[in-house]
C-alpha cells in the first residue's frame, strides 16, 4: 500500500491512499482542520466525496481505525507514527527476553535501546507511565516510545532477540515488526 502526499497551497495538504486496481482513498486535510474523503475509482474517474468530519471528530474516527478503543486481532506489535521520527510502539514481551522477570530499570531499556516505556499491559491491567522498578513479564505488552531507530534497537534488544522467530513481522520491509 502506498500513501501519496501533496501540498494544496491556501488549503491544506492531500493524501490518497491506494486501496485495489487503480481505486484509491483521498483524504484532504483543510488548514482548519477539517478533513473531506474521496474515492476515486481510476486515475481517470472523478473523486466522489464521501463525507467530511471536523478535526476532533476525524481524530476519534483515526483512533478508532488504528486499533486504540479495540484490537480485533490478536496482534504482537502496532506502531502509531507520530510525526518526524518519533513513534509509539507496542510490543508483547517474548519468553526468553531479557526483559521478561526484570524491571525496567534493571533491564536498563532507556540507556541501551533509546526508548521509553510508557505503559505495560499485564492482562486487564494497563500501568500507564511505569515506574522504573516496575517489573514486566513474559507475554505482557509494553509500550515504547522513540525514533525510529531507537524502536528498532528496542526490538531487536528485547523482542526479536536476533531470532527471526522472535516476534512477529507485519511489516517484512523494514523488519521492525509493528
Do not use: C
Amino acid at each position: 500500500m502506498t500513501v501519496y502526499e501533496s501540498d494544496l497551497p491556501g488549503v491544506g495538504k492531500k493524501h490518497e491512499i491506494e486501496l485495489h486496481g487503480d481505486e484509491r482513498l483521498v483524504v484532504v486535510t483543510h488548514n482548519t482542520g477539517k478533513r473531506e474523503v474521496y474515492r476515486r475509482k481510476n486515475a481517470d474517474s472523478d473523486a466522489e466525496k464521501l463525507f467530511e468530519l471536523s478535526d476532533g471528530l476525524a481524530r476519534t474516527v483515526g483512533t478508532v481505525l488504528e486499533g486504540a478503543y479495540f484490537q480485533p486481532v490478536a496482534t504482537e506489535n502496532i506502531e502509531t507514527v507520530l510525526g518526524g521520527n518519533a513513534l509509539i510502539e507496542w510490543y508483547e514481551v517474548p519468553e526468553g527476553s531479557e526483559l521478561a522477570g526484570e524491571t525496567i530499570k534493571e533491564a536498563d531499556v532507556r540507556r541501551r535501546a533509546g526508548v521509553s516505556i510508557i505503559a505495560v499491559e499485564h492482562g486487564d491491567e494497563v500501568t500507564p507511565n511505569p515506574d522504573p522498578g516496575a517489573g514486566v513479564r513474559a507475554g505482557d505488552t509494553v509500550v515504547v516510545i522513540g525514533s525510529r531507530e531507537e524502536v528498532d534497537t528496542f526490538n531487536e534488544l528485547f523482542i526479536d532477540m536476533g531470532d527471526a522467530d522472535g516476534g512477529v513481522d507485519v511489516d517484512a520491509d523494514r523488519g521492525d515488526g509493528i
